[in-house]
């Protein structure tokens, strides 16, 4: 079973529209999290880091949260663009260079 | 400078044939990694070199995979007698100094792999 868990599969927004995403993990011990963008054809870019003791970290239009007590993330992305359309990945770190990946969520960004 | 790359971009074989998958890792970086991306899947962790050593293959799927990496740069991921469940999107990933818990890891664009 993937330890990490991603809601939705997929969405549509149109553009300008907020939406956020979710990531459920059951990694243990928990080091850190990340959220990556993928576009189509490309790798995983890094979007945000969050280590434990940080509830809130920012980029841009993006906004990631985390709560450690509940093992709950989420990216939220604010004024969506076209450019926003890709895979949004969520990755847990137990230790080290060990990552557990998300499945994704697909986001299509609509004029 | 230049970014992880990663050749060929697409590779179709037929099963049972053997197949190179070769990385190039940011200039400097000492750890790399490889993953494999299924459809529908989460990355799948394959193997990691520090330098030139592989301190964690637990994530070959079975004897039939093999990597290794020269002079701390270039990696290759080695399949022989491929089989169609070995159709995925392979992916390498570099990083500065040692794997630590929040260095960041670059990734190439990936090798589409068929194995018709």
């Known amino acids: 079973k993937n330890q990490v868990e991603q809601s939705p599969q997929s969405l549509i927004i149109l553009e300008g529209k907020n939406c956020t995403l979710q990531c459920n993990y059951t990694v243990s011990p928990f080091s850190n999290l990340r959220w990556y963008k993928q576009d189509t054809g490309r790798g995983p870019v890094s979007l945000t880091i969050m280590t434990f003791s940080e509830n809130t970290k920012s980029n841009g239009r993006y906004t990631a949260t985390l709560d450690a007590d509940t093992k709950q993330s989420s990216l939220h992305i604010t004024a969506s663009q076209l450019s926003d359309s890709a895979s949004y990945i969520c990755?847990?770190?137990?230790?080290?260079?060990?990552?557990?990946f998300g499945a994704g969520t697909t986001v299509t960004v609509r004029a | 400078g230049a970014g992880v790359s990663q050749s060929p971009s697409n590779k179709v074989t037929e099963k049972g044939k053997d197949v190179e998958l070769r990385c190039d890792p940011i200039s400097g970086h000492t750890a790399l990694y490889w993953y494999r991306q299924s459809l529908g899947q989460g990355l799948e962790f394959l193997i990691y070199?520090?330098?030139?050593?592989?301190?964690?293959k637990s994530g070959l799927p079975s004897d039939r995979f093999s990597a290794e990496r020269t002079g701390g740069s270039v990696s290759t991921l080695t399949i022989q007698r491929t089989q169609q469940e070995d159709s995925a999107v392979y992916l390498c990933a570099s990083s500065p100094g040692l794997a630590g818990a929040s260095y960041e890891q670059y990734f190439g664009p990936g090798t589409r792999l068929t194995v018709t």
């Open positions: 990755v847990v770190s137990a230790y080290g260079y060990k990552l557990s």
């Open positions: 070199f520090q330098g030139n050593s592989a301190p964690d």
